[in-house]
């Protein structure tokens, strides 16, 4: 009996991945590997997570069927995956509903973040992360416009406006957007990267699967794309599963620059890649082994951090609380409610520890982001020439006490296409006009008031109007001047007129004042004196004055 008590708590654990790709078979590996590394070296631990692995088949319904069964039948305590991020919304609101812990390592659309559920851990790095390091590589080259290139489908449209405003951010207009479908021919790419070609801008930054981005870089390659002028910027999504790239392929992407998320090299990890390498030669000796990637790190630190806040969380016998329902109520209806979820969720939220992957910090319920690698595609793989970080930028050797750099020379040496070193000034003249022609009949240039119109720019350009734009009429002047003859008068205004006549009585009165002691001609009476004072003003507006004065201050009066 007491034998019995001491035995570890069996906490069952769902793993939902697509076990046809090889990164679904990557993840579930790691996840095994991490729980028995963790439990060797734990073995006093009081809880066992014991994993039921289904298969999503790669679609919504086949994950969303998995999970049912799981929270159903099995009754687990958390569920691992899936891989995209469509099947994952789905999952998150089942989880939600039984209130158990939907882990997710691979998905990545930003839309997950925007998901209010109290039972979603996002063990991966969410897309929108990796724009301001995408900007950064823009700022430093001082290109000036980009064209964005991506997948028609939710991984691919995601991130799409948070790089559109990082690149606004450092004054890099986006001109056009080329949009692939995930399906699309080989005729369909050719006629996109053509339509690529007779414009001016020669900067890209591809954002997609790597299945779809290899046809795209081979018929560039074909195409002469891959050449002198052509900058060529890859997003984590394609850089981290480089090594499962054909090397074929590889070879049609010389001189493209990636990002990635940056992973210490630690003994831990290099030992940790031998075992699982030499455990998938033991599974299937003739197979090929991908290398491993971020993702499956992502799994194996995933799985540490839940084990690690299944045993934090104290949990008692795992079991579900049975819902009231009819017997007519739909699966979705007749889900319990885990007991242990909420313990599960509280304890994984804010966990932190040194993975595999590096510093795996969860800060509610996200992993936060690391620095970047910054890598240039040269021969079969890819060599790193520099690194990004928040506070420092883009710097050549990781040094958190860097200061902040916004420009190339903190790069290493780089090949370009077209097997160049120096940058491409990201810009052409424009191939997409038609060839001047003289000596015929049609008109290949017109200088007038033309209207400028969506359609009519579909065939022609436009300069820059010469003239304000506007409706504009020619109309016959009205002439309202007069021609009298007293036009002469019109610049003498009444105020002048009033100010010199009372100047010159003022003159008048002055020098009578100064005269009519001494001098007859300006006593008698009062009203001779004055009629002299204005006399004597008019006649000195109108002709000289002819009257003797005696006073040498009336002189200067006078004369002043």
């Not at 207009?173 to 050719?190: E, W």
């Not at 990267?193 to 001016?200: Q, V």
């Not at 790190?297 to 104290?314: F, N, P, Q």
């Not at 579909?458 to 007069?482: H, N």
Request: proline share 6%; charged share 20%.
């Amino acid at each position: 009996m007491a034998k019995a008590q001491n035995l570890p708590i069996p906490i069952g654990v769902g793993v939902v991945l697509n076990m046809e790709n090889y990164v679904g078979e990557m993840g579930l590996n790691c996840i095994s590997m991490a729980l028995s590394d963790f439990y060797a070296a734990n073995s006093h631990y009081k809880t066992r997570i014991q994993i039921n692995p289904r298969d999503s088949k790669g679609d919504v319904v086949g994950a969303a069927a998995a999970a049912l069964d799981l929270l159903k039948n099995v009754e687990v305590e958390a569920i691992i995956g899936p891989l995209s991020s469509v099947q994952a919304k789905f999952m998150i609101n089942l989880g939600h509903k039984a209130q158990v812990p939907t882990i997710t390592f691979s998905a990545t659309s930003p839309s997950l973040s925007s998901i209010r559920s109290p039972y979603f851990v996002l063990t991966s790095l969410n897309d929108s992360s990796q724009v301001e390091a995408i900007s950064a590589i823009i700022q430093a080259f001082k290109w000036r416009e980009v064209v964005l290139i991506y997948m028609e489908n939710e991984f691919g449209e995601g991130v799409i406006p948070f790089l559109t405003d990082a690149l606004e951010q450092v004054n890099a207009h986006v001109p056009y957007r080329s949009v692939i479908p995930p399906l699309a021919t080989d005729d369909q790419i050719v006629a996109e990267l053509y339509k690529l070609m007779s414009m001016p801008t020669r900067v890209f930054v591809i954002h997609m699967l790597t299945n779809l981005a290899s046809r795209i870089f081979t018929k560039a390659k074909e195409l002469g794309m891959m050449s002198e002028d052509y900058a060529w910027i890859v997003t984590d999504g394609i850089m981290n599963e480089l090594s499962s790239i054909d090397p074929s392929v590889i070879g049609s992407m010389l001189g493209v620059i990636g990002i990635k998320p940056y992973v210490p090299k630690t003994k831990e990890l290099d030992n940790f890649t031998i075992r699982y390498k030499k455990t998938l030669q033991k599974k299937n000796p003739t197979a090929l082994t991908p290398d491993l990637n971020i993702f499956g790190l992502w799994a194996y630190d995933s799985a540490i951090a839940l084990a690690m806040a299944v045993e934090k969380g104290r949990l008692t016998n795992p079991r579900f609380k049975k819902q009231n329902v009819s017997i007519n109520s739909t699966d979705l209806e007749a889900l319990g409610v885990s007991i242990n979820g909420l313990r599960i969720i509280q304890a994984l939220s804010n966990t932190s520890f040194t993975g595999l992957s590096g510093n795996f910090v969860l800060i509610d319920g996200q992993l936060q982001s690391p620095p970047y690698q910054i890598l240039n595609v040269i021969g079969p793989g890819a060599r790193v020439i520099g690194y990004w970080t928040k506070e420092s930028g883009i710097v050549k050797e990781l040094n958190f006490k860097s200061k902040y750099t916004k420009t190339y020379s903190s790069f290493g040496s780089i090949i370009w296409p077209g097997d160049r070193t120096s940058p491409p000034k990201g810009w052409v003249i424009p191939t997409n006009g038609k060839k001047l022609r003289i000596g015929v009949p049609n008109y290949d240039a017109v200088a007038g008031d033309v209207t400028i119109v969506a359609n009519r720019s579909q065939f022609v350009d436009f300069t820059l109007p010469f003239t304000e734009s506007g409706v504009s009429m020619v109309v016959p002047i009205k002439d309202y001047k007069s021609k009298n003859a007293w036009v002469f008068l019109k610049p003498l205004t009444w105020e002048l007129w009033l100010t010199s006549f009372c100047s010159f009585v003022f003159l008048g009165f002055l020098i009578w004042i100064l005269e009519h002691r001494i001098n007859e001609d300006f006593r008698g009476p009062p009203w001779h004196q004055v009629g002299m004072i204005f006399w004597f003003a008019f006649s000195t507006m109108v002709f000289s004055n002819k009257r003797e004065i005696e006073q040498d201050n009336s002189n200067q009066n006078e004369e002043g």
